[in-house]
């Protein structure tokens, strides 16, 4: 129960990091920025995941800030900039109110709530129809295990929308699924491009990654230098099962199983 009390403040200490150096670095213009996403709705997870979807509602309203300054018909930037600095001391506020709930009175009913390992991996995985089954199969496996987690739901050709990059960036963990796309002509496949732009965005956070890669793609970013990769075969069932193993073995490495 102390082993998972110290994880919990933990990650609430994190948050709590996250929002105080998002003040600190306060401006009109970095209002509501990327860092700001990450603390918010990193927060209202965490919460969701440590207690109940009902305390991640109390926090958005008990956080909530007004509405836009106006004098003289207009904007008040540095009315409005305050107000953006008093909802992030209350979200910090909050949050220490948690970890002091967490130190005091946590209770073993309430432990229950919190997932192995607090984590929520993102899956960056093709959503072609073509691949639909060997995604299915491996999401199905961390279903199976009751482990949440988040994908980028469609792929975008020209960029990484926004949703997509945030969902990444609040994640601990990056789970890539390389399949063969394109034939080439010196041998080997290709594997779909967006999967190389949401690792670089992972890679770039130093997140940390499990690669499961169809055998015969050319070229994985060099990921088989750096980590042990999970290759398997679609169509071979021995193929697909050592690669089951691997795969939760290395679930089981970052404490999610």
Sequence with gaps: ??????????????????????????????????????????????????????????????????????????????????????????????????????????EPDELKRETKSGTVPFISMSFDDRDRDINDYFTNILKALKIDFKTGERYSKDSIPQKVKNRILSSDLFIIIFVKREKIDDGGYTAPSWLFKELGIAQGKQKDVIALAERGIKDIAGLNFEKEVIYFERDKIIEIMKATVKFIEALKEHNLV
């Design 1 to 106: 129960m102390e082993m998972l009390k110290a994880k919990a403040i933990n990650l609430i200490e994190e948050k709590i990091n996250q929002f105080q150096k998002v003040l600190a670095e306060a401006t009109y213009q970095n209002r509501y920025n990327e860092a700001y996403e990450i603390a918010y709705h990193g927060s209202e997870s965490l919460l969701s995941e440590l207690f109940s979807k009902k305390e991640k509602k109390d926090f958005r309203s008990n956080v909530a800030s007004g509405g836009l300054f106006v004098v003289g018909g207009e904007t008040d930037y540095s009315e409005e900039l305050q107000e953006y600095k008093e909802h992030i001391k209350s979200c910090i506020s909050q949050l220490k109110v948690y970890k002091e709930r967490i130190q005091n009175f946590w």
